[in-house]
């Protein structure tokens, strides 16, 4: 169980266009849904964490415009990079964290999308 | 800011040796201490994890203990397996911050040569 997955794994766009990705809980409703950026050789850092039904919050120094996160149901949430430029190549990753774990809620991570933008 | 700080790789073993991959961090308030694994092509899962002090997490023959005094969490294994090849991520949750965000170090990557 605890199943998250994400859509593209990889994708390549042009610069200028924008990219949606998304993540989806498959067998657990996920009240809350968080998405990390990745560098190579480097650690994941939070961009935002997002709750059904509400605005993202955005960690320090993130886009709200650029990255632009909709968690319209308990099970789906989209990160969409708009007007995509060579610096936004990254490996995204989702997680996805189910209510009522106490005050440690264990996060459940999707496989990643690599985003190549040329 | 809190912060995790852990060995850096990639770092090659032979089956069956002793597997030991530091980890320390810096935090402010009271953290609870994981460690996740990522294998190729797949998402991180959750190895094991400490909530407090002198705990010891373990799951698949690998153990951590939460140290205070060293502010250490480092994961060891006595005889690692091919199949224990994967990218290691040591991590801490700050209750202050109501236990949701996670702070990563920078990833090991281990090798096991049959």
């Known amino acids: 169980g605890a199943v998250v997955s994400q859509h593209p794994s990889r994708v390549i766009c042009k610069s200028g266009t924008s990219v949606k990705i998304e993540c989806r809980s498959l067998d657990f409703q996920a009240t809350t849904m968080f998405w990390y950026r990745q560098f190579p050789k480097q650690s994941l850092m939070l961009m935002a964490t997002s709750n059904e039904g509400s605005k993202a919050t955005y960690e320090q120094g993130v886009e709200k415009d650029k990255f632009l996160i909709n968690h319209a149901s308990l099970t789906l949430s989209t990160l969409t990079v708009t007007s995509a430029h060579p610096e936004d190549s990254s490996f995204y990753i989702c997680?996805?964290?189910?209510?009522?774990?106490?005050?440690?809620?264990?996060?459940?991570f999707g496989p990643g999308t690599r985003l190549t933008v040329l | 800011g809190d912060s995790v700080t852990q060995m850096e790789g990639p770092v090659t073993l032979s089956e069956e040796a002793f597997l030991t991959i530091n980890c320390t961090y810096t935090?402010?308030?009271?953290?609870?201490l994981f460690w996740y694994v990522q294998y190729p092509g797949e998402g991180l899962q959750l190895l094991l994890k400490a909530t407090k002090a002198d705990d010891k997490g373990s799951n698949k023959g690998f153990e951590a203990t939460y140290r205070k005094e060293t502010t250490s969490f480092h994961l060891e294994k006595g005889s690692v397996q091919v199949s224990d090849s994967a990218v290691y991520f040591c991590a801490l949750s700050d209750r202050l911050w109501g236990a949701q965000k996670l702070v990563f170090g920078q990833g090991t990557r281990l090798t096991i040569n049959p």
């Open positions: 997680s996805a964290s189910p209510p009522g774990q106490g005050s440690i809620n264990e996060q459940f």
């Open positions: 935090a402010t308030g009271y953290p609870s």
